[in-house]
């Protein structure tokens, strides 16, 4: 299993509307060519950050901002904002294990406790990074 290319995407686009923002206005088509994304893949992204308030989007060729400080942005927002997690669970299990079989019908008692510990772990530690810490990182290589 394997988290999608959405999040690091969005913390791309964050880098480049911070990096390229006082200078350029940061549309769908300037982000796609950092990325080498299509900006349909970009817009959808930029519309999902939008929705869940981290960024402002300016129709037309205005370009997209941070909606706050980035010390307010960490990279668990943005995993929330772009994951197609359901029912906010990171793993999926298999649909119909065997009720027949000792392992398949204790195997969410088995497993269930264990996979929550993980993802939680996950989580904290992406709660823990903020997008000053990305500008801190970037600037370092920008130099």
């Not at 394997?2 to 999040?7: G, M, T």
């Not at 911070?18 to 060519?33: I, N, Q």
């Not at 406790?113 to 997008?131: G, P, S, Y």
């Amino acid at each position: 299993m394997q988290i999608s290319s959405r999040f690091t995407l969005a913390v791309h686009i964050f880098a480049c509307i911070d990096t390229f923002g006082s200078e350029y206005k940061v549309t769908s088509e300037f982000l796609a060519s950092s990325t080498n994304v299509n900006p349909v893949i970009i817009r959808k992204i930029l519309g999902q950050l939008k929705s869940a308030g981290l960024i402002n989007v300016t129709r037309g060729t205005g370009g997209a901002a941070a909606a706050k400080p980035l010390k307010d942005i960490t990279f668990l927002d943005i995993y929330r904002a772009v994951e197609c997690v359901e029912d906010k669970k990171l793993f999926h299990f298999h649909e119909n294990p065997n009720t027949n079989c000792p392992v398949g019908k204790n195997i969410h008692h088995i497993l269930d406790d264990k996979l929550i510990r993980v993802q939680d772990a996950m989580e904290r530690e992406l709660a823990a990074i903020t997008l000053e810490d990305l500008k801190r990182d970037t600037q370092k290589f920008l130099l």
